[in-house]
């Protein structure tokens, strides 16, 4: 059994972020919070080494032990088997802060733009927290991120023996528009016919031109980043847990070329979290994670307020309501945002997240909470996501868009391209969508009639956009022969700056296949989940039958901030449903108890059952 077999076989407890601030770092403390992070019913912990600048501490201490020091890496090592002792997962952060980078990284090797050097800088880290020298990485380059590897991998490699560990990248706070590595300028030149470098300066006019160096971006970020990455993880016993979202890139293809894709809430609301569940479906990976419980009342900007303000006081009400609007969006491993080191004579806050540790606000309801999240994580876990409806996620709409208006940003969104606010159209409720994108499209087959992408049987594709690259219209062309029922609506425009004069034929041809039709009928199509009212759920499928998890209603309403006891608004809610499954057709009455989220497993022979998936106490 490799290393990924053995780490998803470890545990579906929720994980904890564990932010290793200014210390000091004691063994004897190390082990005690290890087993209050056991006894409070988590099933691990990940390191997240960062300098605490918000605090007076960070204006009187070094970071002890030194960064990637020897005695660092005692400390790490014994870090990763204190924990398996107790049974308890170890994941690392790869690297200090965020994004990857540091003072080792060589000139050649830091982050570029189209006009130059890159001014960003790593900041809050262990080497130094106002940043200075400390260069972020150039991730278009996989030979800077193998230079970084090599540094660091020395380091952490007794903590990665033993039990799998996964190392972590969090969220690319890296340039937007205007990423850049040297390599590039000849690869986009032969790739598009043209030269970038008169448009360099002036990029956002020229959205055509702009959608071409996007594209080159996104395919380069997977090639030169994630894939080394992920790599490097499987030759040193790891794994790669990664939330790609912040980069300029195809998400689902690159939430597919890592183990664990991660997602995060509440700055991404839970809808996000279809992407990253969808290219796990797609890419047939057994975990979605999510960094859950970030900022979820707002986000307060350093330095810290005073503990424990108004604020902070977050009712697991409201966090129940959270983590299941992202079970209903497939998401099935949390990861807590975060639990500060600190010491009852040490305390320490971490800010833009839940507090976690023993001066929790609801440290007395985390265990029951915490069997709550294992339970259900570990049913979404069970078989496979069962779909019959393929979306086509309109990436190219959000290559050609400009930026976000001010007005509807919310804490760093800037670029449509981020891609945080797209979902599948209303239409489409019922038929439990999954993402997909032109890189799928490349290897999909048509078999029985149905769209075949890897292990998924799709009953047809659904496009609707403004904008479709040429590539993706040939494998559409392609499919549509073979037997794909596609809905194309509305008459898409080719981007990019150098137009192929055969698109108008080749569009008008698509058209013509008598299985491509330019409405969605409902009468055409049969839905997974039928009713006037259809909560937010999430289905899988097993060798048994299916699981549907249905979310209370008012997991709907979960958007950036939530209010405080904003649970109370999920009262008792009854709905009609009928689900579509194996040929039968099951009439469903779903009563809902406040904040209550269902289970409804049907089974191939036309039963069901509902089972309740509530919490005691004071949850509800």
């Known amino acids: 059994m490799n290393a990924t077999s053995r780490y998803f076989n470890n545990t579906s407890r929720p994980y904890v972020r564990w932010w290793w601030l200014a210390g000091p770092y004691r063994r004897h403390d190390i082990v005690t919070q290890l087993d209050w992070v056991q006894a409070h019913g988590f099933g691990g912990v ?60 060589e000139p050649e090797h830091r982050m570029q733009t189209l006009t130059g050097r890159s001014g960003k800088r790593v900041h809050m880290s262990w080497e130094g927290a106002s940043g200075d020298g400390l ?58 016919g043209y030269s970038l470098q008169p448009f360099a300066f002036t990029l956002h006019d020229s959205p055509d031109v702009r959608y071409d160096y996007r594209k080159l971006v996104s395919e380069t970020f997977i090639r030169e980043f994630l894939e080394p990455f992920t790599e490097t993880c499987h030759r040193h016993n790891a794994i790669s847990r990664v939330q790609c979202h912040g980069a300029l890139t195809d998400l689902l293809a690159a939430y597919a070329t890592v183990d664990i ?45 005073a503990r424990h303000q108004h604020w902070r006081k977050e009712h697991v009400g409201d966090l129940k309501l959270l983590a299941d609007a992202l079970f209903a969006n497939g998401v099935n491993q949390i990861i807590w945002h975060g639990m500060p080191y600190q010491t009852p004579m040490e305390p320490a806050e971490f800010y833009a997240q839940t507090h976690v540790g023993p001066d929790s606000e609801f440290v007395d309801e985390l265990p029951a909470f915490n069997a709550y999240l294992d339970r259900v994580s570990g049913i979404m876990k069970l078989g496979r996501t069962y779909t019959n409806l393929a979306v086509y996620l309109p990436i190219e709409d959000r290559w050609m868009a400009g930026d976000i208006p001010r007005e ?4 760093a969104a800037v670029a449509r391209w981020e891609m945080r606010d797209v979902v599948p159209p209303d239409e489409l409720a019922g038929f439990h969508p999954i993402w997909v994108s ?52 509305g008459t898409p425009e080719e981007p990019g700056h150098r137009k192929h004069p055969e698109y108008p034929m080749c569009l008008s041809e698509l058209k013509q296949y008598p299985g491509t039709v330019p409405q969605f009928d409902t009468n055409d199509w049969t839905p997974l989940v039928q009713g006037a009212l259809l909560p937010p759920y999430w289905a899988r499928e097993t060798d048994e039958g299916l699981c549907i998890f249905f979310g209370h209603p008012a997991t709907a309403q979960v958007t950036y901030p939530m209010w405080q006891h904003q649970h109370l608004l999920a009262g008792k809610e009854r709905t009609s449903i009928t689900i579509h499954y194996a040929g039968r057709a099951l009439d469903v009455q779903l009563r ?21 998936l509530s919490v005691a106490g004071s949850v509800e």
């Open 261 to 305: 894709p991660e997602s995060e809430a509440l700055l991404f609301e839970p809808p996000f979290s279809r992407i990253p569940a969808s290219a796990a479906t797609l890419a047939d990976r057994p975990v979605v994670s999510a960094e859950t419980f970030t900022c979820i009342y707002g986000f307060h900007v350093s330095p810290v307020p």
């Open 408 to 411: 509807e940003r919310t804490p």
């Open 135 to 192: 260069y972020v990485l150039d991730h278009l380059n996989h030979e800077a991120f193998e230079a970084y590897a090599e540094t660091l991998m020395p380091a952490f490699e007794r903590a990665l023996q033993g039990t799998p560990s996964a190392l972590f990248c969090d969220s690319f706070e890296l340039e937007r528009d205007g990423i850049w590595s040297q390599h590039l300028w000849k690869t986009f030149r032969a790739r598009f």
């Open 438 to 489: 032109s890189a799928f499209l490349k290897t999909a087959e048509c078999i029985d009639g149905k769209l075949a992408i890897g292990e998924q049987r799709f009953a047809g594709l659904y496009i609707d956009c403004q904008w479709l690259d040429f590539e993706a219209l040939i494998e559409l062309l392609r499919l549509a022969d073979a037997g794909v029922r596609i809905v194309l609506k």
């Open 46 to 105: 990940e390191v997240a080494w960062v300098w605490p600048v918000w605090t007076v501490a960070a204006l009187r201490l070094d970071p002890e032990p030194e960064w990637l020091s020897p005695d660092w890496s005692d400390l790490v090592a014994f870090t990763k088997t204190s924990a398996e002792r107790l049974g308890l997962g170890c994941d690392f952060t790869f690297g200090t802060s965020w994004p990857f980078g540091g003072s080792h990284v």
């Open 592 to 612: 809902f108890e406040p904040n209550q989220s269902l289970l409804v497993r049907c089974s191939r022979k036309g039963t069901f059952d509902i089972a309740d």
